[in-house]
């Protein structure tokens, strides 16, 4: 059974555990102490059953940096050499004429830049390597020197780790769709590395049919359809859904014909997995036939610091054409019945098993995890948070089917003060605009 060493990035640190659960369960990875990890420390030596469970984990996750087959774990240097020395195989296997090698080294939990030049020649000196060539641009062994530390001011590690590079996470997600050079973006464009880590919380999978009821510039769905997803969204500002009017970006002034949300995924190759952007009030499920079922739902719900919460009122259309229809918005949409009815379409239109994931504003003197959305067929899988103010946070929910809903069922949230989000925010002017 491959000992493993994860290396997790240090951001997003609620969201880890979350993560690497909804990844596992995807590809029945089987990890025999998963509990411990935790949001404090950012290295964790794992049992799995194969290294090809790692490889599957590494082809989804965000929060992972890199992966370690591990061979030594030490206290101090000289505790890890007298290791080497009593079983040199750990190296030999390492030491091959046709196979070269790169030592790489890399210290965690510590403030000051470490000489790790310094480190890797140390090791050498103490265990050299005669017969493998060294190539520091392709090694078929990439070989690491890990160091644990306490705290960022300690001089000595905790903890000494060597062993073999398995693979690195998807972390590259973030820079290759970042917001800078996305087409087309809006004021409430998703984090493109939260909304990743949405699509693996929502456990999307190649094939999946996948909604996002308020797709605003399609931020949450192109990571779905990175996945090998096919996705739609419905969206209630004309404006929004077809990018009109002025652009977000500082100084541009009016959008051009080439931003579009369909022109995001062309940036992507992923263009052929974009089915609809319906221009749609998502308060309305009646544009959803009894049929109609999604694999997976994800969401930003507006709630109403950048853009409002919205629904058509007695669905009067205000102007008509052969374009489109923009319709009537004039009622606010009460976040309480904004968050229910996306709870109650999640319970209506999802697979069994299907899975939910949105956004929930919270006011952090108000929070109590008791009040947070239920619906009788709908269970909370994990509730993760993203500090947003000294006052407030927004918490991703995931929730799974897990059968269908019975007459009458009907989504319940006690009073937990989201609906005075908004006032509670405009009082108290937020550092961070969610
Ligand atoms: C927070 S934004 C979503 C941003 C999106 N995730 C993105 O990355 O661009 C919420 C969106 O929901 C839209 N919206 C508000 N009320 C709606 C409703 N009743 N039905 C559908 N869309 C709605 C807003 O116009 C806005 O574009």
Redesign the pocket.
């Known amino acids: 059974m491959p000992l493993v060493l994860l290396v997790f990035s240090q951001s997003h640190v609620d969201f880890r555990k979350a993560e690497f659960e909804a990844i596992c369960s995807m590809f029945a990875i089987r990890v025999q102490n998963m509990q411990v990890l935790n949001e404090n420390e950012h290295i964790f030596v794992l049992n799995f059953e194969t290294c090809s469970d790692v490889e599957k984990l590494l082809t989804r996750s965000v929060l992972v940096k890199f992966a370690i087959s591990l061979s030594l774990e030490a206290n101090t240097y000289e505790d890890l050499y007298s290791q080497i020395g009593k079983n040199p195989a750990v190296v030999d296997n390492f030491d091959k004429p046709d196979e070269s090698f790169a030592l790489r080294f890399f210290a965690v939990g510590r403030k000051k830049k470490l000489d790790g030049i310094e480190r890797i020649k140390m090791f050498l000196d103490n265990v050299p390597f005669k017969n493998a060539p060294i190539s520091l641009s392709s090694p078929k062994n990439e070989l690491y020197l890990i160091e644990k530390y306490s705290s960022p001011t300690d001089e000595k590690p905790i903890k000494i780790f060597f062993g073999k590079l398995l693979g690195e996470g998807r972390s590259e997600l973030k820079t290759k769709y970042n917001l800078r050079d996305r087409c087309y ?2 004021n ?3 984090d493109p590395e939260l ?1 990743f880590i949405q699509a693996n919380l929502a456990m999307i999978l190649p094939g999946n049919l996948v909604l ?9 769905i192109l990571p779905a359809a990175e996945f090998g997803a096919f996705v739609m969204g ?4 004309y404006q ?1 859904a077809r990018a009109k009017g002025r652009s977000s970006r500082q100084g541009v002034g009016m959008r051009n014909e080439s931003e579009s949300i369909k022109a995001n995924f062309e940036q992507h190759c992923t263009d052929q997995n974009l089915l609809a952007i319906l221009i ?4 309305k499920h009646g544009v959803w036939s009894s049929n109609a079922r999604f694999d997976v739902i994800v ?5 109403g610091v ?7 009122v007695k669905n009067k259309p205000i102007v008509s054409n052969e374009e489109y229809t923009q319709y009537q918005q004039k009622e606010e ?1 009460n976040l309480e019945t ?1 968050f229910c009815d996306l709870l109650n379409l999640a319970a209506r239109i999802l697979v069994s098993n299907g899975r939910v994931s949105f956004w929930y504003p919270v006011i952090l003197e108000r929070y109590c995890p008791k009040n947070l959305p239920q619906h009788p067929a709908m269970k909370l899988i994990s509730n993760c948070e993203q500090p947003l103010t000294r006052k407030t946070s927004r918490r991703l929910l995931t929730y799974q089917k897990i059968r269908e809903p019975m007459n009458e069922e009907e989504c319940e949230i006690r009073k937990t003060g989201v609906s005075h989000y908004r006032s509670v925010l405009f009082s108290s002017k937020p550092s961070i605009n969610p």
């Open positions: 973006i809006g409430t464009t998703m909304s996002d009821p308020f797709v605003g510039t399609g931020g949450l419905t969206e209630i500002d929004t749609a009030d998502s308060s969401a930003d719900p507006p709630y950048r853009e409002k919460a919205r629904k058509t949409y904004a």
